[in-house]
T-cell receptor, first 115, second 111 residues
């Protein structure tokens, strides 16, 4: 299995621009998570999905952030408009219910820099 | 108070040393506990689960103390390759699948 695939790996953009991060979970996994990591705040959960349905989006910082999962093999995290404080590494992770509760497999991350 | 707290370190130890990390969690209803390892500029990876009775995986031993709400990780005979950040991870809600990560403890094993 190729694991969790994220793109882009690096993105540099200017304040005000729209940013779209993409994630392909491991085939067959029924949970998908978006986390953000910064030096100051560590790893923070933004949102997670179960069978493509958003379950908890309480970690989404504000309305500028949105996430979708149109099918079992694809999810996006969108920031519009982006701000310098959004600079972070964004990780997508997936897991399978019953395969060891809460064992997450992470993607390599998308490093976002907003100038 | 943070849900999961760890000493950020760094812990600088020589090869062959034994080193221990502790982590405290605030929600007494927490049910699942893990240690993840994160190498510099890489993604976190599961190191081991933590069971109530304590568990061992090679040179690594994890223990849980529910009464005091802390978990620990002991690494024996440290190797250079153990240098990484160790993340304490807790499931903090009944039926909630998402994990809460501590900020991590950095370990640097020196030759």
């Amino acid at each position: 299995d190729a694991g969790v695939i994220q793109s882009p790996r690096h993105e540099v953009t200017e304040m005000g621009q729209e940013v779209t991060l993409r994630c392909k979970p491991i085939s067959g996994h029924d949970y998908l998570f978006w986390y953000r990591q910064t030096m100051m705040r560590g790893l923070e959960l933004l949102i997670y999905f179960n069978n493509n349905v958003p379950i908890d989006d309480s970690g989404m910082p504000e309305d500028r952030f949105s996430a979708k999962m149109p099918n079992a093999s694809f999810s996006t995290l969108k920031i519009q408009p982006s701000e310098p404080r959004d600079s972070a590494v964004y990780f997508c992770a997936s897991s399978l219910l019953g395969a060891g509760a809460n064992v997450l497999t992470f993607g390599a991350g998308s490093r976002l820099t907003v100038l | 108070r943070k849900e999961v707290e760890q000493d950020p370190g760094p812990f600088n130890v020589p090869e062959g040393a034994t080193v221990a990390f502790n982590c405290t969690y605030s929600n007494s209803a927490s049910q699942s506990f893990f240690w993840y390892r994160q190498d510099c500029r890489k993604e976190p990876k599961l190191l081991m689960s933590v069971y109530s009775s304590g568990n061992e995986d090679g040179r690594f031993t994890a223990q849980l103390n529910r009464a005091s709400q802390y978990i620990s990780l002991l690494i024996r005979d440290s190797k250079l390759s153990d240098s990484a950040t160790y993340l304490c991870v807790v499931n903090t809600g009944t039926g909630r699948r998402a994990l809460t990560f501590g900020s991590g403890t950095r370990l640097q094993v020196q030759p």
